[in-house]
């Protein structure tokens, strides 16, 4: 094969998003590099923003080979875009397939499978460094190795941040994703104390399933008294908010002022002295973050930004979150998918509405294999 198919997206200066299934090379490697045949790349919320940008896709339209998208800017938004400005790139965090060639150095990889993180992986190959692949045991399918590296390193790195940073317990809002599921597995076998924020019973119901103790339903009537209980029991002072938008962060801070705050006789006028720090980490309430500032003068709000902490921890401690994942990714990092697309149907809008609702219990798989 001399052709392959990748996806890329463009939004053009004019206000237009363009996403396409070209015909490009296949790659040749270079020294110390390899081309992975992908076989398996996972639709993570972190790749919404990359493919479509702020684009209104109630108005996408796509043409009658189903190889291009085209969808409306938000006006308001086209001059923040100009970074992205009629350049053709490619889309993909992560994925996982087959090593089929490799340059000098990197023969060892032949043949076998391995997880990506290259940002172009909806694609039928990929052309990478091999010290930046992650290789699987014998018998490891590319289903089972898509997610490796996204979710998995996401959680390792709430744990880790929270030992980095002198704390002893954790908060994690939209606890029942895949996700979250991790994370839980994660503080089981670590001995951490772990509280989980949902939205619905079900939800709560599917934590249960799989040993979680501490659950909190932030649609129940008595969530903050039942938040505040939780935070007294665990100790808490970190949180990990994936939602963004609203007041839960401004909640969770809230209730941990109150809980550091409870014996405190006087004035109290600065509050509690601990840090009471939330991070977040992903935008699934696009609304603006709310705070309203009952918690004294020792507290924080920041993002955090998976690339940003393994650059942190620096390539040692990376290489020995990415070893266990690799060792776990049948049971603690495995992921489960509800569907399996191929590249055409990443392409279609009512599939592009399903992928994008990002409801719990469902997430998408591209097949590139399956075009």
């Not at 390193?153 to 908060?171: C, F, Q």
Request: charged content about 20%; overall charge neutral; aromatic content about 6%.
């Amino acid at each position: 094969m001399t052709d392959a198919l990748q996806i890329f997206s463009e939004i053009k200066q004019k206000g237009e998003l363009n996403v396409v299934l070209k015909q490009v090379p296949v790659p040749e490697p270079g020294p110390g590099e390899v081309v992975v045949r992908m076989q398996a790349a996972p639709i993570n919320p972190s790749d919404m923003w990359p493919l479509f940008g702020p684009a209104d896709l109630r108005e996408a339209k796509i043409n009658a080979d189903r190889t291009q998208l085209t969808a409306p800017i938000l006006q308001s938004w086209i001059g923040a875009m100009k970074s992205r400005w009629d350049q053709s790139l490619p889309v993909g965090n992560e994925g996982a397939g087959v090593v089929e060639k490799a340059g000098a150095g990197a023969e060892a990889l032949l043949g076998k499978t391995v997880s990506v993180m290259s940002g172009a992986c909806y694609a039928q190959y990929c052309c990478v460094p091999a010290h930046s692949c992650l290789p699987h045991q014998a018998g490891i399918t590319a289903r089972e190795a898509a997610s490796a590296f996204v979710n998995p390193l996401t959680a390792l790195g709430m744990v880790e941040t929270m030992r980095l940073e002198g704390h002893t317990a954790l908060v994690h809002t939209a606890a029942a994703s895949n996700l979250g599921q991790m994370l839980n597995k994660i503080c089981i076998a670590d001995g951490v104390q772990l509280v989980n924020i949902v939205r619905s019973e079900a939800q709560v119901d599917i934590l249960k399933r799989i040993g979680a103790s501490i659950i909190v339903n932030s649609s129940a009537p008595t969530f903050k008294q039942d938040l505040y209980q939780a935070i007294l029991d665990t100790g808490a002072t970190l949180a990990f908010d994936a939602t963004g938008g609203g007041e839960l962060a401004s909640d969770i801070l809230t209730m941990m002022e109150a809980v550091l705050s409870k014996d405190i006789k006087g004035l109290n006028t600065y509050g509690s002295e601990p840090l009471k720090q939330v991070y977040l980490y992903g935008a699934l309430d696009v609304s603006p973050t709310i705070l309203k500032r009952a918690y004294g003068m020792s507290w924080a709000v920041g993002g955090w930004l998976l690339p940003r902490f393994m650059a942190r921890i620096g390539r040692a401690r990376a290489m020995e979150l990415q070893t266990r994942v690799a060792k776990e990714i049948k049971t603690t990092f495995a992921s489960h998918f509800s569907h399996e697309i191929g590249l055409k149907d990443m392409l279609n809008p009512s599939t592009i509405a399903r992928y994008t609702a990002k409801k719990t219990g469902e997430k998408y798989l591209v097949n590139p294999e399956l075009v």
